[in-house]
């Protein structure tokens, strides 16, 4: 009941705002290639609908291969160098230029090395490589966290450094990795749809190439219907993982 109660003035603005577009395209005038009202949107989503939701399952299987590798690399290498303080200041900075290194800028190189005719693989390369950071630091992060208290217990009990990292340092970077990997998860499908624009060969005929295609054909409403298609994708995934979190953190208080 109260998560109703919770919806509904969400739901009442965006009622709102879209009978204020509609209203706004139609006393205006205004062209439909220019803006078309939500009633034209809704109608090109139904058209387009086989196409765009073809589409949409490639960029979504692509944006999860990219956060498996992401989680793989990142979450790997965040745990080996936590293990020596040395590595972990010789790798953060190497980890951080990847990170403020624009995809748009590595996009023709990767596509390149993974060759014209492998465009999926450079796309999820692209993918990972922007979701890499948030999985890498929320890992990195969390198995830092560990209560200076049990550590310290630990020592005295003198644990080996693979019960530590097995018995403390995991379950304590848990929750850390877990919000990583909700960020990556909108970062993956970022990266694969910009990946995917840099490419422009329309190989992977992902949504990107949709609105590509809609856009050089001057079909503004598939355009808007595509990048809702996008926004649902990234929900869907965002919510994937939202119940992967809610799965894990029950399992941890039953087990506790």
């Known amino acids: 009941m109260r998560r109703s109660a919770e919806l509904i003035p969400p739901l009442l603005l965006g009622v709102v705002l879209l009978a204020a577009w509609e209203g706004a395209c139609r006393l205006l005038d205004l062209p439909p290639y220019f803006l078309p009202p939500p009633s034209a949107v809704a109608a090109a989503l139904i058209e ?60 023709p190189l990767v596509l390149i090395w993974a060759g014209l005719d492998h465009a999926d693989r450079a796309v999820v390369a ?54 990583g990997l909700r960020v990556a998860a909108g970062l993956a499908v970022i990266g694969a749809v910009v990946a995917e624009f840099v490419s422009g060969s329309g190989a992977t005929q992902g949504l990107a190439w949709r609105l590509l295609e809609a856009g050089n054909r001057l079909r503004t409403a598939e355009m808007l219907a595509g990048v809702l298609c996008l926004t649902l994708l990234g929900l869907a995934l965002n919510a994937a993982v939202g119940l992967v979190e809610r799965i894990v953190t029950v399992r941890i208080r039953v087990r506790r």
Do not use: C, N
């Open 126 to 179: 692209l993918a990972a490589l922007v979701a890499f950071f948030p999985l890498f630091s929320g890992v990195l992060t969390g198995l830092k966290s560990a209560d200076p208290d049990l550590e310290r217990l630990f020592d005295l009990y003198g644990a080996t450094p693979l019960q530590r990292l097995w018995r403390l340092r995991l379950p304590s970077a848990l929750p850390f990795a877990l919000e």
């Open 48 to 107: 387009a609908g086989p196409r765009l939701a073809a589409s949409a399952w490639i960029t979504f299987v692509m944006a999860v291969q990219a956060l498996i590798v992401a989680g793989l690399v990142g979450g790997g290498l965040a745990l080996m160098v936590s293990l020596h303080a040395s590595a972990e200041r010789a790798v953060r900075p190497l980890a951080v230029a990847l990170q403020v290194t624009p995809v748009v800028a590595v996009a």
